[in-house]
């Protein structure tokens, strides 16, 4: 096709990442050389719909202009200054990022990883300095099969032996607890010490576990009667995601228009949010929290050379005036109906497929084999032949998360080329 779209081909690029990059990742093979809006096209020009958007980051959709006018304008006014100085956005961002989610503070960070330390670091410190407990006795429990990064001490209670193996000697003072159980939630709050409780309100990594309706109330209640803090990691769930602008508002209708969370649904304690924070432009992370928690980090106790910076901030806020003005939550929550209404029809017809399920447009397809198989890989290479592009998460799932900017239109198309892909599959 067009031979000038890259400087070089699609076969050359994953020749160098073999021969110089870490092995950290299997890629599906095919090199992305341009994005805009949920359209992506590879070295060689073919055109793909994107249905991963970078594990939910680009929910604003690739190159979205308001977000990348933000970042060139503040890149080349002040990029960084670290937080030895103060700059003239952060505090605009802080009090922005703050009464958009309804909490007195934010510390702001980079990756989500960091994101989610920076959580437990908090949650640990107020429960020595706050509730009172002994030093070093503090627990917080958190879910089997949670996915909350890549850090040492995060995949200290991660039970993927892949993410775990010769990466030891683990952190302590984690308890794992099922997921979606509430009956366990109130058995390990029994124990002694406990100071708080993750948990993500969708199960995104382990393969789009939406829980049961009221569990996430519930958890929210038992901690609160326990004086433990209910931590919600709302890296991929959040930001209009799955239909609301966090998963933790659940049904609420009211897309991204509440300030502060009603008392109906669910306020966390402290809420970690990156990813889609910045539109997928830049890293941006950030722990929310009331003054009360917050306010047991003083000068000096935890940081980042990044966290907070002008361009960050800048980027921050232009994807988050985004999600309003387009109403992406309220899109998210249309069209996640209709593809799982699609996804039905194809299940009725299909044994390739048994299940679909999630909520907005965090969705994931189950298929019909081991979970050791090939199948969903092999689908998904089918469906990148076909121009859509997803991955396959464990295995047998396929998880379906293109940007929320999509149209109805692009949506039928998408639905028709996975349709098509499925009835034309052999193993
Ligand atoms: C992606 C993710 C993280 C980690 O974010 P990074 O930016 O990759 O460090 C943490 N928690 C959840 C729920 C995630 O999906």
Same mark, same amino acid.
């Given at each position: 096709m067009e031979t000038t779209f890259s400087k070089i081909s699609s076969k050359e690029a994953i020749a160098l990442e073999d021969k110089?990059?870490?092995?950290n990742y299997h890629p599906l093979p095919v090199v992305l050389a341009k994005g805009e809006g949920v359209n992506v096209w590879d070295a060689e020009g073919k055109h793909y719909y994107d249905f991963l958007s970078a594990y939910s980051a680009v929910n604003q959709g690739h190159s979205h202009p308001k977000i990348v006018k933000a970042l060139v304008d503040q890149a080349s006014t002040l990029g960084l200054t670290s937080r030895a100085f103060h700059n003239n956005v952060l505090g605009e961002y802080e009090e922005y990022i703050t009464s958009y989610f309804g909490f007195d503070k934010v510390l702001p960070m980079n990756t989500g990883a960091e994101a989610v330390e920076t959580a437990l670091k908090l949650c640990r410190k107020w429960a020595y +300095? =706050?509730?009172?407990?002994?030093?070093? %006795?503090a627990k917080i429990i958190v879910c089997e099969?949670?996915?909350?990064?890549?850090?040492t001490t995060v995949i200290s209670f991660s039970n993927d032996p892949v993410a775990r193996k010769?990466?030891?000697p683990y952190t302590p003072g984690f308890i794992k607890i099922p997921y979606n159980d509430v009956d366990a939630l109130a058995e390990a709050l029994k124990e002694d010490n406990i100071a708080g409780f993750l948990v993500e309100p969708i199960q995104g990594e382990a393969g789009v576990y939406v829980p049961d309706a009221g569990y996430l109330e519930a958890c929210q209640k038992l901690c609160k009667e326990n004086n433990v803090l209910f931590i919600?990691? +709302? =890296?991929?769930?959040?930001?209009?995601? %799955?239909?609301?602008?966090?998963?933790?508002?659940?049904?609420?209708?009211?897309g991204t228009s509440c300030q502060k969370q009603s008392d109906t649904y669910v306020t966390p304690d402290i809420l970690i949010l990156g990813k889609a924070v910045s539109g997928g432009m830049y890293p941006v992370s950030a722990v929310l929290a009331n003054n009360e928690i917050m306010n047991v980090i003083r000068p000096g106790e935890h940081g980042s050379t990044?966290?907070?910076?002008p361009t960050a901030a800048k980027v921050a806020m232009a994807a988050l005036e985004v999600v309003k003005d387009e109403d992406l939550a309220a899109n998210a929550r249309t069209l996640g109906n209709l593809f799982r209404a699609e996804m039905e029809k194809i299940i009725a017809k299909s044994d390739l497929v048994s299940a679909v399920r999630g909520r907005g447009l965090l969705n994931a397809i189950l298929i019909n084999?081991?979970?050791?198989?090939s199948t969903a890989w092999d689908i998904c290479m089918a469906l990148r032949d076909n121009g859509l592009l997803a991955k396959p998460t464990h295995g047998n799932i396929i998880r379906f998360a293109p940007?929320?900017?999509?149209?109805k239109e692009q949506l039928m198309e998408c639905v028709a080329i996975i349709d098509k892909t499925l009835s034309e599959f052999k193993k």
């Amino acid at each position: 096709m067009e031979t000038t779209f890259s400087k070089i081909s699609s076969k050359e690029a994953i020749a160098l990442e073999d021969k110089y990059g870490a092995h950290n990742y299997h890629p599906l093979p095919v090199v992305l050389a341009k994005g805009e809006g949920v359209n992506v096209w590879d070295a060689e020009g073919k055109h793909y719909y994107d249905f991963l958007s970078a594990y939910s980051a680009v929910n604003q959709g690739h190159s979205h202009p308001k977000i990348v006018k933000a970042l060139v304008d503040q890149a080349s006014t002040l990029g960084l200054t670290s937080r030895a100085f103060h700059n003239n956005v952060l505090g605009e961002y802080e009090e922005y990022i703050t009464s958009y989610f309804g909490f007195d503070k934010v510390l702001p960070m980079n990756t989500g990883a960091e994101a989610v330390e920076t959580a437990l670091k908090l949650c640990r410190k107020w429960a020595y +300095e =706050v509730k009172g407990l002994k030093e070093n %006795t503090a627990k917080i429990i958190v879910c089997e099969n949670n996915f909350h990064g890549r850090t040492t001490t995060v995949i200290s209670f991660s039970n993927d032996p892949v993410a775990r193996k010769n990466f030891g000697p683990y952190t302590p003072g984690f308890i794992k607890i099922p997921y979606n159980d509430v009956d366990a939630l109130a058995e390990a709050l029994k124990e002694d010490n406990i100071a708080g409780f993750l948990v993500e309100p969708i199960q995104g990594e382990a393969g789009v576990y939406v829980p049961d309706a009221g569990y996430l109330e519930a958890c929210q209640k038992l901690c609160k009667e326990n004086n433990v803090l209910f931590i919600a990691d +709302e =890296v991929q769930t959040g930001i209009a995601r %799955t239909g609301a602008l966090l998963a933790v508002c659940g049904d609420c209708n009211c897309g991204t228009s509440c300030q502060k969370q009603s008392d109906t649904y669910v306020t966390p304690d402290i809420l970690i949010l990156g990813k889609a924070v910045s539109g997928g432009m830049y890293p941006v992370s950030a722990v929310l929290a009331n003054n009360e928690i917050m306010n047991v980090i003083r000068p000096g106790e935890h940081g980042s050379t990044f966290g907070g910076n002008p361009t960050a901030a800048k980027v921050a806020m232009a994807a988050l005036e985004v999600v309003k003005d387009e109403d992406l939550a309220a899109n998210a929550r249309t069209l996640g109906n209709l593809f799982r209404a699609e996804m039905e029809k194809i299940i009725a017809k299909s044994d390739l497929v048994s299940a679909v399920r999630g909520r907005g447009l965090l969705n994931a397809i189950l298929i019909n084999d081991t979970e050791d198989s090939s199948t969903a890989w092999d689908i998904c290479m089918a469906l990148r032949d076909n121009g859509l592009l997803a991955k396959p998460t464990h295995g047998n799932i396929i998880r379906f998360a293109p940007p929320l900017v999509m149209t109805k239109e692009q949506l039928m198309e998408c639905v028709a080329i996975i349709d098509k892909t499925l009835s034309e599959f052999k193993k």
